[in-house]
């Protein structure tokens, strides 16, 4: 098989792979092109094959044929002289090659769409449809015909009309001529159609088959019990939207204003002359129409903020699409005043702060984990659940720590009493030792009068979630030692020992080890919390479950910001799984969570382009750095030129040479490297 070599990957190159991979006779060697973003890189990678940035370290290969479709006058020359053994394929053969080629898959995708839309006319028409040749033979039928004759599309197809449906006329139309409009007829199975036939005649006079439309007469009889009820219907839906005090608009299937209530007029402060019969749009004052936007998605929307009226009264809309047998006849809307959500959303957030001090949210099943390491986590968790013992989640920032807490508690015998979260990291010494062990009056200037429980007293026969418990100053190490060990606390001023039942969760994102070892955490108390460690596995070490963790936080931020977002594609899934997320899931959230927020409405799926650049950590960085020895004395601006010049010097031969590599992987622009490669006197080696 012949090896080959193409030398550009811009549109021309990535139509001359195609073809070559499409033929099978051709082994495709490499793909090279300045530009690692050119299209046929990307291609050439998602097929094995080795692609570059510079043909040269290539021609060692000895390739067959070398096709030359950079566009660059200079390049084809240099080929010439480098590749005498191989045929080469000037960039203009190639590109009248990859022009026909390109011409050809457009025909061929124009003629697909137009086969496409037809086939989907004929599918989703209400009647049913059929078509014969001059030889009586089906070659058109479609779906609603299927349904009513009881034959598969598949069986009917190919087969003479008088198999399928033994009483048809269709082929007294082809010698007759003539139309035969509204006939009654019975099929075999029963069924009564009406149907009309009608000859297929070209411009000529040549007959080229018959053509039969038929309706189902009990959908003609439901039809017209339709039209009589109608205005019985429509009086009762209305009387029901007038007494309503939601301020209700509804539109027709083409956006224009059929109906609105009085609560409307009053929220909008627009007449029924005002929206009936006009767009959609009448009566936004800032924002776009949610009408129109249902009416394309056919998807409703929740919650969206906007202006409406002359007075651009501050307002949330839902909107839903109205949807009969499959068909879309409308959309209707639900505005709510902003001024009664306020309220609304004021008490739901003292509601949450109470409820977020008194109970867990989340269980085991809000625990997403595929990987060896969570699986075994999440185990270790359920297992600590049943017993009272003080559990010490460790894990970097992010990886989920309050989450297991929450399941924790929630599948023990306490889920039913109190879970109390502290923050150890967020409060001073003096206001942390309060809040947790309570203080009695008088302990302390502003103390309160009568004194107050602490947070081991408020969770007691619940659970305390300890947060960076290793941020804890010794005094109050030693006094959580003594709840552990006594079970008892002493609030700050008192001297009255109280019993208490709590059971202890505690987490920390540091090594508790190496505070033992520098004497900032205690090691008895270490022992003491230590009991039933449980390690959760930073995001880099489970990317295999980033696609798992985008589907449910993308739920959860679309439930927060009143969006629909869908999903994420291939490419943004890949470009977030080639990152080693520093800050877990919590990173991960925050970056869907903004892309989420400055993707435009009518956008659904999460690309590349709304991804901020996320860069992959490489060791580059971190490799010893040749030319400074530990006792060589120089000035501090000559030993950091040395230093640079090394480190480039070593990204350059990682990269075997590729310049735009070691722009990428230094964070430089290729300019700026091309002037450290001259300062430096690297040009000669970097091309080595």
């Not at 060697?29 to 094959?49: C, M, Q, T, W, Y």
């Not at 060692?60 to 030359?68: G, T, V, Y």
């Not at 030692?481 to 969760?505: C, D, F, H, S, Y």
Request: charged share 25%; hydrophobic share 40%; with cysteine.
């Amino acid at each position: 098989m012949p090896s080959v070599m193409i030398i550009g990957a811009g549109k021309g190159g990535t139509a001359i792979l195609k073809m070559l991979k499409e033929a099978e006779i051709f082994d495709v060697k490499a793909v090279i092109d300045r530009n690692e973003d050119a299209p046929g890189i990307f291609l050439a990678r998602s097929e094995g094959i080795p692609t570059g940035g510079d043909w040269k370290p290539f021609m060692a290969c000895n390739h067959d044929i070398i096709i030359e479709v950079t566009g660059d006058p200079t390049v084809f020359p240099e080929l010439k002289k480098a590749a005498s053994d191989a045929i080469l394929i000037p960039g203009s053969v190639a590109f009248l090659i990859a022009t026909l080629m390109e011409l050809k898959e457009d025909l061929i995708e124009r003629l697909k769409n137009e086969s496409y839309k037809q086939e989907l006319i004929f599918s989703s028409a209400s009647d049913g449809m059929i078509v014969i040749d001059q030889k009586g033979i089906i070659t058109l039928f479609n779906s609603r015909a299927s349904e009513m004759v009881g034959v598969s599309r598949e069986l009917a197809l190919g087969s003479h009309i008088h198999e399928i449906i033994p009483s048809s006329r269709l082929p007294l139309i082809l010698s007759s001529r003539r139309i035969e409009a509204n006939q009654e007829m019975v099929l075999v199975n029963g069924v009564k159609i009406i149907t009309t036939r009608i000859p297929i005649i070209d411009e000529q006079g040549i007959l080229l088959g018959a053509f039969a439309v038929f309706k189902d007469i009990s959908e003609v009889l439901s039809l017209a019990e339709e039209i009589t009820n109608l205005k019985e219907i429509q009086t009762m839906l209305e009387a029901i939207i007038q007494s309503s005090d939601d301020a209700i608009s509804v539109v027709d299937e083409e956006g224009r204003g059929i109906l609105v209530n009085p609560a409307y007029n009053r929220i909008t402060g627009l007449t029924r002359e005002q929206v009936i019969g006009k767009p959609a749009t009448a009566d936004i004052s800032e924002g776009e129409s949610m009408h129109l936007k249902v009416l394309k998605t056919r998807r409703a929307v929740r919650g969206v903020p906007m202006r409406v009226g002359p007075n651009k009264k501050e307002v949330i809309v839902n909107v839903a699409p109205i949807i009969v047998e499959g068909k879309l006849k409308g959309s209707v809307g639900v505005i709510h005043d902003m001024s009664e959500i306020q309220t609304l959303n004021r008490e739901l957030s003292r509601a949450r702060q109470i409820i977020r001090t008194l109970e867990a949210k989340y269980s085991f099943d809000d625990i997403i984990g595929k990987s060896e390491e969570m699986l075994l986590a999440t185990e270790q968790a359920k297992l600590a659940a049943k017993t009272p013992a003080t559990v010490l989640l460790r894990g970097e920032s992010g990886t989920g720590k309050e989450l297991f807490a929450h399941a924790i508690h929630n599948a023990s015998d306490r889920k039913f009493n109190k879970f109390i979260r502290v923050n150890c990291a967020a409060l001073s010494e003096t206001l942390l030792e309060s809040e947790l062990f309570g203080y009695e009056e008088g302990a302390f200037s502003g103390a309160k009068r009568g004194g107050r429980r602490g947070l081991f007293e408020e969770a007691n026969n619940g659970s305390i979630f300890l947060d960076e418990i290793g941020e804890l100053s010794a005094n109050t190490q030693a006094k959580l030692l003594r709840v552990l060990q006594e079970r008892e606390i002493i609030r700050v001023g008192g001297t009255k020992a109280i019993p208490i039942n709590v059971r202890i969760i505690a987490a920390t994102n540091v090594n508790l080890e190496k505070g033992i070892a520098s004497g900032t955490f205690r090691e008895d108390l270490y022992y003491r919390i230590n009991r039933l460690p449980i390690h959760i596995p930073p995001l880099r070490n489970r990317l295999e479950e980033v696609p798992l963790l985008c589907e449910r936080l993308i739920h959860k931020i679309n439930q927060d910001y009143g969006r629909n977002v869908e999903g994420v594609t291939e490419a943004a899934m890949l470009h977030l799984m080639e990152y080693d997320w520093p800050g877990n899931v919590r990173e991960l959230e925050n970056i869907l969570g903004r892309a989420i927020i400055f993707m435009g409405y009518n956008e659904t799926i999460i690309d590349v382009n709304h991804l901020p650049d996320l860069k992959k950590r490489t060791s580059s960085s971190r490799v010893a750095l040749p030319g400074l020895s530990a006792t060589e004395s120089m000035p501090l601006a000559e030993m950091v030129e040395k230093y640079e010049a090394a480190i480039i010097s070593r990204t350059l031969a990682q990269t075997n040479g590729n310049k735009t590599k070691t722009a990428k992987i230094l964070g430089l622009s290729i300019r700026n490297l091309y002037y450290k490669l001259e300062k430096y006197n690297l040009e000669n080696t970097s091309m080595q």
